[in-house]
């Protein structure tokens, strides 16, 4: 079974500067995704970026990008030039790649990092 | 294009008693998946239809979770009896059956409580 690890319960950041969110994830598999959602406490889970684990290239998306580092396992989240609209709980996921007909395709999630931007 | 619908947004009730919950997935969205997010947790994968059948259950209470995907569209999650430690967000997420990597849609979910 797939497991993520997410270590940090809560991280600070000031307005404008740079963070770095951290995940570890355990697989046997060798094609699967990976997920950044933000959940802000309107509870609402919103996909921030996404990793496809055959691509080497890491993803970017605006102020996101990711480290993905597979052999070590890792996916780490980094948000340049924070915003106050970045507070929110992060969750890292994972979501296998096979495509057998019929097989769940379930985000296994780890358990968040607490975001606080100050100014 | 309309986002996953949830219902109630708040529920209180006491232990043994039932509730329900309703999610209305994306138009066109095939799969849907239910999720329980304990607090401190991440979302913990219940039942995942496609179309009307179900694709996995296999974490799902099933002495007191009951959930049904009726037309393949609107789906309902049960709790008969509640016990102190159903209380949680139940998330519900929709997909579509194709284009890589099937990218799930959150609804705003179901605080419920039990007292």
């Known amino acids: 079974a797939q497991t993520v690890t997410q270590s940090q319960p809560e991280m600070s950041v000031q307005e404008a500067e740079t963070v770095t969110l951290s995940c570890t994830y355990d697989?046997?598999?060798?094609?699967?995704?990976l997920f950044w959602y933000k959940q802000p406490p309107s509870r609402q889970m919103i996909l921030v970026i996404r990793q496809e684990a055959y691509k080497q290239q890491n993803a970017t998306e605006n102020r996101f990008s990711v480290n993905f580092q597979k052999a070590a396992k890792s996916f780490s989240l980094k948000i340049s030039d924070s915003q106050l609209g970045d507070a929110a709980m992060y969750f890292c996921a994972y979501r296998s790649a096979r495509k057998v007909p019929g097989t769940a395709s379930k985000l296994t999630f780890g358990t968040g990092t607490r975001l606080q931007v100050t100014l | 294009e309309a986002g996953v619908a949830q219902s109630p947004r708040y529920k209180i009730i006491e232990k043994r008693q039932s509730v329900a919950f309703w999610c209305n997935p994306i138009s066109g969205h095939a799969t849907l998946y239910w999720y329980q997010q304990i607090l401190g947790q991440g979302p913990k994968l219940l039942i995942q239809?496609?179309?009307?059948?179900?694709?996995?259950d296999s974490q799902l209470p099933k002495d007191r979770f009951s959930a049904e995907r009726l037309k393949g569209v609107d789906s309902t999650l049960k709790i008969q009896p509640a016990k102190l430690e159903d209380s949680a967000v139940y998330l519900c997420?929709?997909?579509?059956?194709?284009?890589?990597?099937?990218?799930?849609?959150f609804g705003p979910g179901t605080r419920l409580t039990v007292t």
């Open positions: 997420a929709s997909s579509l059956d194709r284009g890589v990597p099937y990218e799930q849609y």
């Open positions: 239809f496609q179309n009307n059948g179900v694709v996995d």
């Open positions: 697989t046997s598999e060798s094609d699967y995704y």
